[in-house]
């Protein structure tokens, strides 16, 4: 059974699409993984692009979408990241609430910063999900 993670920010235009690509990296197809926000921005944050491609991890084809109730209710665990009362909340769901900076409008090196939380963060997810990892990085 294919263990599934939401990612939740406001704009999912950089930490959701970062932790994204991260989970992806490091599981690939033994997690479904979805990214999603409240307030979806026209373009993923080119900033944080171009960091995750410095790591080897292309995110450029991704793009901002809005969450649903139907996604939420149909993931195993959901990890918001800073959008508030706009997240749901639903009974039998895994949450985790990680405080990130948001990286918009920063600069290339406070985006890299963020990227690294992130990494270490789902380096942390993942140890507690039933996945074969397979990207340790």
Request: aromatic share 6%.
């Amino acid at each position: 059974m294919t263990s599934s993670v939401l990612f939740l920010c406001v704009h999912n235009a950089g930490r959701s699409q970062m932790a994204a690509g991260w989970l992806r990296h490091m599981a690939g197809d033994t997690v479904d993984v979805f990214s999603a926000g409240s307030q979806p921005a026209n373009e993923t944050n080119p900033t944080a692009v171009a960091v995750m491609a410095e790591v080897g991890i292309d995110i450029t084809n991704t793009s901002p979408t809005r969450w649903t109730d139907t996604l939420i209710r149909s993931v195993d665990v959901v990890v918001t990241m800073g959008c508030g009362d706009t997240c749901p909340i639903y009974p039998a769901t895994r949450y985790e609430d990680w405080d990130l900076v948001d990286p918009h409008g920063q600069s290339i090196e406070v985006v890299r910063t963020v990227r690294d939380d992130i990494h270490q963060r789902v380096r942390t997810l993942v140890a507690t999900l039933d996945v074969d990892r397979r990207n340790p990085s």
